[in-house]
């Protein structure tokens, strides 16, 4: 089992920064891979960027250069770093752990951060 607990969510304006984080706790050995989805109103939840256990990242196209996904392994805490919003990021972002066991692979998810950017 994996506990995931986000912060960070807010209002800003287009251009600005904000920085979400989203601490895991549990069976933590076993992730394989953390990450950030977003679910905008009527829209499918799309993957962000994800960190793997061996460092490596992927992201998105359309956050590519604006946003930077990061580990703190001490805190067991992954951070998304989110510069020159748009309106478009505004979303319902989630935090996202995968999870490794003998009976497979399996997600946990977090209950969600809204960010909202104005225009």
């Known amino acids: 089992q994996v506990q995931l607990v986000e912060s960070g969510g807010g209002l800003v304006q287009a251009g600005g920064s904000l920085r979400l984080s989203c601490a895991a706790s549990?069976?933590?050995?076993?992730?394989?891979?953390m990450g950030w989805y977003r679910q905008a109103p009527e829209k499918q939840r799309e993957l962000v960027a994800r960190?793997?256990?061996?460092?490596?990242?992927n992201y998105a196209d359309s956050v590519k250069g604006r946003f930077t996904i990061s580990r703190d392994n001490a805190k067991n805490t992954v951070y998304l770093q989110m510069n020159s919003l748009k309106s478009e990021d505004t979303a319902v972002y989630y935090c996202?752990?995968?999870?490794?066991?003998?009976?497979?692979?399996?997600?946990?998810w977090g209950q969600g951060t809204q960010v909202t950017v104005s225009s």
């Open positions: 549990g069976s933590i050995f076993s992730i394989n891979a």
């Open positions: 996202n752990a995968l999870y490794s066991s003998a009976l497979g692979q399996r997600n946990y």
């Open positions: 960190i793997f256990s061996g460092g490596s990242t």
